[in-house]
């Protein structure tokens, strides 16, 4: 039996305010970039450092939570899945985004402790932190093959 593991966790900063909008159905999505820094010394004793972008995606109850409660500079903790999507420019070349498709968050303060205040009573529902109960990709499924509600690439907000 082979295993299979797509997750991914990061620690970081918005780069920009959370991006929000409503899919045909009514379903929230919500889209913002996280900074992380990797810091090594190199073979001759120089400190380095290294930024990445990272691109997130929330759905649902989560998406909301993150539009009302991150802004640019927040420090978070977020987790899910990575996912790459694909498709067609006007301009004919094909395009790539890898982002993660987060199904938890937890908001952190500049000393990396979890906030007090704001989210508590929502935190303390979810001990783990701030999730979705719903699998995004099965509902992705359902609104992309509803002819009434398809969902464009290009209308995509990120």
């Not at 006007?90 to 704001?118: F, H, S």
């Not at 989210?119 to 093959?145: L, M, N, Q, T």
């Amino acid at each position: 039996m082979s295993m299979s593991l797509n997750r991914a966790q990061i620690i970081g900063n918005l780069t920009r305010d959370p991006e929000t909008r409503q899919t045909p159905s009514g379903r929230s999505v919500a889209n913002f970039g996280i900074a992380t820094n990797h810091r090594w010394t190199d073979a001759s004793g120089q400190k380095q450092e290294k930024v990445e972008f990272h691109n997130v995606v929330v759905w649902g109850k989560l998406a909301e939570i993150c539009a009302q409660y991150l802004k640019k500079g927040s420090k978070v903790f977020v987790e899910g899945r990575l996912q790459t999507r694909e498709w067609e420019g006007q301009d004919g070349v094909k395009r790539y985004r890898t982002e993660i498709v987060a199904d938890n968050m937890i908001m952190l303060d500049r000393k990396g402790a979890p906030i007090a205040g704001g989210v508590e009573g929502i935190v303390d529902r979810e001990p783990a932190g701030i999730g979705i109960d719903e699998e995004p990709p099965a509902e992705e499924a359902k609104e992309k093959k509803s002819p009434k509600e398809e969902v464009a690439v290009e209308d995509l907000p990120f």
